[in-house]
């Protein structure tokens, strides 16, 4: 009988090693879990699997089935690329913003949903959610109940916590008791997981749309957790002057070409620090320079964003000006 990984939804098998779903034949009759979801559980270890092609994978599946979508994505990683991916989704759809605990308390939720609406041309109905502070969990088994949905999707990029998100609605529903596999890593989940919440409700777990490019490495796990916050952002502010840069994690370097004021929303765990222009230790990434307006954001894809206060002439240095996004702020 074939048996799916209750940890990451892969199909179990002895046969590759190296593949998703492996378990040793020893095992594998009354396994459950596949060997990396148990390695990731119980010892903590960081296993990634690269995943092809999956985002094209996710958009066949399911617009065979046409479920309604709960789409989540993270304050810090909303970007022209995963709206673009929300948007081509045909199914009726909700975004839910989730991690709220990481959204400093600052900025208020209204104004997230009208600077959505403003820049991303985002018109649908949006929801805020925090599974670590356990708010609005049970919004998607509740609109289910309401619009009576007997299944959904929860779909989102790696790491938006859908996982997470999944396993507390099984706990407070308490009718389920299945545990799937999260992690702070990218693709955790694997395969679509089916979770039947008691008769009427089976709300199904997706692997992460994943970004065309990453500005990590597949094995820079240290930067990986690095850029997913734990807590709640404390923005940094820096004064600059034309003949100082900031320099993120030696991997992307600004300048202005006026005094100005560069406000950090990202990671605090990320190194974030002042060099002087003329240093060469950056010489390997490309320089581009944007023209910005006043009170503009540059999105670094995948970590977050940085608020730039007055018009100028930014020079970006990075290994690809793909990684960046310049959008109108919503301060
Ligand atoms: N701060 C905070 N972290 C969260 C929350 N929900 C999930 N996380 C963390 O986000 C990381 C990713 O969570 P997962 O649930 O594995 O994410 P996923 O979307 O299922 O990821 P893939 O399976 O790779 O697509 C984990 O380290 C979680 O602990 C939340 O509400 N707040
Ligand atoms: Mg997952």
Redesign the pocket.
């Known amino acids: 009988m074939s048996r799916n990984c209750i940890g990451?939804g892969a199909y179990l098998q002895s046969e590759d090693k190296k593949k998703i779903g492996y378990v040793p034949l020893s095992k594998n009759s009354d396994a459950k879990y596949c060997e990396r979801c148990f390695k990731i559980m119980h010892y903590n270890e960081k296993l990634i699997m690269p995943l092809k092609n999956i985002n094209t994978y996710i958009l066949k599946e399911i617009q065979k089935k046409k479920y309604p979508v709960f789409f989540?994505v993270?304050f810090l990683t909303i970007n022209a690329e995963t709206i673009r991916t929300f948007q081509s989704i045909q199914n009726e759809k909700i975004l839910i913003i989730?991690?709220?605990?990481?959204i400093p308390k600052s900025i208020k939720k209204e104004r997230i949903g009208s600077w959505l609406a403003r820049v991303y041309g985002i018109n649908e109905d949006i929801q805020f959610?925090?599974?670590?502070?356990k708010?609005h969990t049970k919004l998607v088994t509740n609109r289910m109940i309401e619009k009576q949905i007997k299944q959904a999707y929860i779909l989102?990029?790696?790491?938006?916590?859908?996982?997470?998100?999944?396993?507390q609605m099984c706990l407070d529903s308490h009718l389920a008791n299945t545990k799937?596999?999260?992690?702070?890593?990218?693709?955790?989940?694997?395969d679509f997981i089916h979770i039947q919440l008691g008769n009427s409700i089976t709300i199904i777990?997706?692997?992460?749309?994943t970004y065309e490019k990453t500005i990590y490495q597949e094995k820079e796990f240290n930067l990986i957790e690095k850029i997913?916050?734990?807590?709640?952002l404390k923005p940094i502010t820096y004064q600059v002057k034309p003949i100082t840069s900031i320099l993120i994690e030696n991997k992307i370097r600004l300048n202005s070409d006026v005094v100005n004021s560069f406000t950090f929303y990202m990671s605090n765990a990320l190194s974030i620090r002042r060099v002087f222009e003329e240093n060469k230790e950056m010489r390997t990434l490309t320089k581009s320079i944007y023209k910005l307006t006043e009170n503009q954001d540059v999105v670094i894809k995948g970590i977050g964003f940085v608020h730039i206060k007055k018009a100028c002439h930014l020079s970006i240095y990075i290994e690809d000006n793909d990684f960046i996004e310049i959008r109108d702020s919503m301060f």
């Open positions: 990451c989540l993270d989730s991690k709220l605990d990481i959610i925090s599974t670590k502070k708010i989102g990029y790696t790491n938006s916590g859908k996982s997470t998100f999944i396993n799937i596999t999260t992690s702070l890593l990218p693709n955790t989940t694997v777990d997706s692997p992460g749309f997913n916050p734990k807590h709640f």
